[in-house]
């Protein structure tokens, strides 16, 4: 009875909120406006949520794997997304940098991302769980971490808004009811296809049934072979390469700041959280839901609370099903 209750409440919701806008502006006695049709807008807002949600996509399949094989909350995998931007950026904007084009930059910044994600692994995060630090301590250390990030970003990098050489302003192209920049729809293609190489190496690779092997049962994996250590260590390097690449993607679309892989981590965490806590596939999934609805949340609601709007529907979708979108229903005790 209750599921049937919620299934006919959720056409009578979206029905009311497609009606709210217009609804509110006649009340207030103002004019509907003349420009772009409500279903145009939405499908605008539903094109640009996608966009948004295959970057928060990329970020956060990093941070669900380093969760899968280690159980570590990672709070400071949001300065790996800064650290690539801020590379991609030296490289191809600053007085000291080479000038590169921004395509070289992206590519040296994944590298190097990547790398300083092994290196956190090798000297300090496999080191800390061989002495035995508990989760807890390990979640505190990412906190810390975070902030000695971040500060040393904003001290090299400053407090100023910047953006990258190329492909800063460009003319949309048309779809018809939507438009999109080449530079966006490059930039959601690659991200969709990066996407599916990270599920097609967790398939059809060695390493990525591994990974799978760690993330589902970390001591049956190790008495069975696995060297655990070497596959987190892949894991380390991955999650700091996508980290990277999500970084200079977020940079492209909007600027580059100091603190913009913060800004991004809590709806990292949200779709995670709401597509399975520890999937790899429930974290794409859940980071487009979070997009589409931050994005198409602007059609009711000030574009302020667009971020809130998708934790709203973190919430409501918990309420319904805890273990989140595709995550699998545990046995407490």
Request: no cysteine; glycine share 12%; aromatic share 8%.
């Amino acid at each position: 009875m209750t599921v049937r209750v919620t299934r006919l409440l959720v056409p009578i919701v979206a029905l009311l909120l497609v009606a709210l806008a217009p609804a509110a502006a006649w009340a207030q006695g103002e004019e509907v406006p003349s420009g772009p049709s409500f279903l145009d807008r939405a499908l605008q807002s539903l094109l640009d949520g996608i966009q948004f949600g295959a970057i928060i996509a990329i970020t956060a399949v990093g941070l669900s794997l380093v969760f899968g094989t280690t159980h570590l909350i990672n709070f400071a995998h949001g300065e790996l997304v800064t650290i690539g931007a801020v590379i991609a950026f030296f490289l191809n904007v600053t007085a000291q940098g080479p000038g590169w084009h921004i395509i070289i930059s992206a590519v040296v910044a994944v590298v190097l991302g990547a790398a300083f994600g092994g290196v956190l692994e090798r000297v300090m995060w496999r080191p800390l769980r061989n002495r035995g630090t508990g989760l807890i301590n390990l979640f505190i250390i990412t906190i810390g971490l975070s902030l000695l990030l971040r500060h040393v970003v904003l001290v090299f990098f400053g407090s100023r808004p910047s953006s990258y050489r190329e492909y800063d302003i460009q003319q949309a192209i048309d779809l018809g009811p939507v438009g999109i920049t080449p530079r966006d729809l490059t930039i959601t293609v690659l991200s969709v296809l990066v996407l599916l190489g990270v599920a097609f190496m967790l398939q059809k690779t060695r390493i990525g049934t591994a990974i799978r092997a760690v993330s589902s049962n970390r001591d049956l994996a190790e008495a069975s072979g696995i060297d655990v250590n070497r596959v987190v260590l892949v894991v380390w390097i991955l999650g700091g390469g996508l980290a990277a690449l999500g970084g200079v993607f977020f940079g492209l679309v909007e600027i580059i700041t100091w603190d913009m892989g913060f800004r991004l981590l809590l709806l990292m965490f949200a779709g995670i959280i709401l597509g399975g806590l520890g999937s790899a596939y429930g974290a794409m999934v859940g980071s487009f839901v979070v997009g589409i609805v931050a994005q198409m949340s602007s059609l009711w609601f000030p574009i302020d609370l667009q971020h809130a709007w998708a934790l709203l529907a973190l919430i409501v979708v918990l309420l319904i099903r805890p273990q989140g979108i595709l995550g699998q229903r545990e046995r407490v005790g």
